[in-house]
């Protein structure tokens, strides 16, 4: 089986700039959506109505992809994003318009039994307990085609956010790549078995904690070896395995698949390329789950 995945290889959010923002709560800054730590938040002050942040990337740059990393959206909380290359947002080259932060994964009534789920509700969105499995939630947005403009907004909508405010971990906007996925015996989605590691050294105990992340195992092919190439080159010298990247592994029809393969995720390695046959070069790949959703 044959599909494509996305991924946000370049981040033009976190290089140089200024960053605004509608709020911000006392060591909650904007600027935080720009640190890879994710434990570093941008968080406004209230969430009674429309809240944003907007990046100004210095000059125009090319936007193949936007993703919001570890939002505190709700069922009922929405998201847009805007690029443009005015600072007032007109005339914007890309407007997502408001959509879902928690996207559903079915339609009403269409829940993978066809009455009750354990996996969502009504209205097709993941139910609480679902929720808790994931460490956050990644919304990409993907312009059709690639776009130019100095200005991105990321605007949160949701009058009803049981915290009282929006947060927001993380903003990536830069150069996407597509590439072709083979989803065959090789593709692996799953959890650790342990919680925990305990490694002892040096009369000291470290606790290593694997809770909330997944190990994906995928083999990504192409038609020539020079694709096959840039994809290993790019993903081993610009990326390495510390620089976090979004990526949307498997697409199609069903949005279970876009819910649970769009990542925030770590290389944890990456193998030579594999000449398997004519116009066959593959690429294996294990990436480590840091954000889903």
Known sequence: MGTNSKFLWYDWWEEGGTISASSAAAGF???????????KTWRSTSATGEEWILRDLGQSREIGGI??????????????????ANPDLSSPVYDSGFVFGLSALYGASEEPDGASSEIV????????????????VVSFFVPTTAVSGRYVEVRARNTVNPDGYIE???VQAGVTREVSVNVGGRFQLGR????????????????????????????????SDQEAREFWVLALRHLGSSRMLTAILVEGNNPAWSF????????????????????NHVVPVRLLEMVSG
């Open 29 to 39: 800054p904007a600027s935080n959506t720009q640190d890879q730590a994710l434990s």
């Open 67 to 84: 993703s919001v990393v570890s939002h505190n959206e709700d069922e009922n909380g929405k998201l847009r994003v805007r690029i443009s």
């Open 121 to 136: 509700g009504a209205g097709g969105v993941p139910l609480a307990v679902v929720r808790l499995l994931l460490p956050g």
């Open 168 to 170: 927001i971990a993380l």
């Open 192 to 223: 650790p078995d342990s919680i925990y590691q305990a490694v002892a050294g040096s009369g000291e105990k470290r606790i290593a904690s694997q809770f909330k992340r997944v190990e994906t195992e995928a083999e990504f092919t192409f038609q």
């Open 260 to 279: 649970y393969t769009t990542i925030a995720c770590r290389f944890k390695d990456i193998a030579p390329i594999e000449h398997r046959g004519h116009d």
